[in-house]
């Protein structure tokens, strides 16, 4: 796409993900009023006196953040782990991070119901510690199986991860069935993903574990172009390609075991989003990766808008995301060749 287009684009980009987040406060199963809520904030009333603002502030404002710290990261793992694994059906989960997150999820829940085991370990719900404990066990062992021994090969990575992701599917069958019916349809739900969070302490660990691994992997952008045309080639230029493999593979894992063990597995966002964006910037990566992180929140923020109001209660997001990503990647499949993968 030419310069014009690009910036065009872009702009686009950005208004949508400022009228998303818009919407996203003020959208819900009653309408809120930014210019009330502003009122009520000059009237120094405390918070108990303010319902519009306190919902705001509260509800709103957290899920919000929430949607877009989770849907960018979700869309820059994605990008990134495509332009490693140079397949376009790469996506955050594909190393089985998210199966294994869902099956500490189940352990977590079964545990707790039938053999005592604390709701919180130091503060923080078992629920979430198991999820993120078995998501970094899954990380750990296929960095084990396909860097850890010099097989720094991207195909037994891939390999790797999907095995370790139909073990832990497994592993959710079998908690399923010594569950509870009563916990099957609250764990199911989970299972859906959702940003409906309240208060700020998932935002502040949402902020802690992925920001800092969103930085890390940007900073990767300019060898990923370089890896794009091809493994020797980017070795001929100085790239260590084994470092790259290792730094992308842990990182991503690490932000995506974050998300998972905060709002359940949501997908096709890692998925659809970078390739959506390429449209719009082309495959340089040092474009490509911040512009996919953003419209990712801007995407997510919209799902969410869509849970709030498709049916009369809330649809889990996890659908949405699936009910417009699905097609979308079909469109993409069948109008696209993906010349950036055919070196």
């Known amino acids: 796409m030419k310069r014009p287009g690009r910036i ?6 950005l208004a949508a993900c400022v009228v998303l987040i818009g919407l996203s406060l003020t959208v819900g199963t009653e309408r809120l009023s930014l210019a009330r809520a502003w009122h009520e904030w000059r009237s120094d009333l405390p918070l108990s006196q303010t319902p519009v603002l306190s919902v705001l502030l509260h509800q709103r404002l957290p899920r919000t953040v929430a949607a877009l710290i989770v849907g960018g990261g979700l869309a820059l793992v994605g990008c990134a782990f495509q332009a490693l694994l140079r397949n376009p059906l790469a996506t955050p989960y594909t190393l089985g991070i998210a ?3 869902a099956f500490g999820a189940w352990t977590a829940t079964v545990l707790i119901n039938a053999y005592g085991l604390a709701a919180q370990v130091l503060g923080i719900p078992t629920v979430e510690a198991l999820a993120f404990l078995f998501a970094a066990v899954d990380v750990l062992i296929v960095y084990f199986l396909a860097v850890g021994r010099g097989k720094s090969s991207p195909a037994v990575l891939l390999l790797a ?3 370790m992701g139909m073990l832990a599917n497994s592993g959710i069958l079998l908690m399923r069935y010594l569950a509870d019916p009563e916990r099957v349809v609250m764990m199911d739900r989970w299972l859906m993903g959702g940003v409906d969070v309240v208060g700020y302490r998932p935002i502040v660990v949402l902020t802690i574990g992925v920001v800092p691994c969103a930085l890390i992997l940007l900073a990767q ?3 990923f172009d370089q890896l794009g045309f091809g493994v020797e080639l980017a070795a001929g230029r100085g790239i260590h390609v084994p470092r790259l493999i290792t ?3 842990l990182i991503g894992s690490f932000m995506t075991a974050i998300i998972v063990s905060n709002v359940g597995p949501i997908g096709f966002v890692g998925l659809i989003v970078p390739h959506a ?4 910037t082309g495959s340089r990566h040092r474009l490509l990766m911040p512009v996919s992180a953003l419209a990712g ?7 969410d808008i869509i849970a709030r109001k498709l049916l009369t209660g809330e649809t889990p997001i996890g659908i949405v995301t699936t009910l417009i990503g699905g097609p979308f990647f079909l469109y993409l499949l069948m109008h696209r060749r ?3 993968w055919e070196r």
């Open 8 to 13: 065009a684009g872009l702009v686009i980009v």
């Open 99 to 101: 199966s294994a997150g």
């Open 161 to 163: 991860g999907i095995t």
């Open 221 to 223: 952008a300019a060898k």
């Open 247 to 249: 730094t992308t593979f």
């Open 277 to 280: 964006v390429r449209a719009l």
């Open 297 to 303: 929140g801007a995407f997510l923020c919209f799902c």
């Open 338 to 340: 993906f010349t950036d």
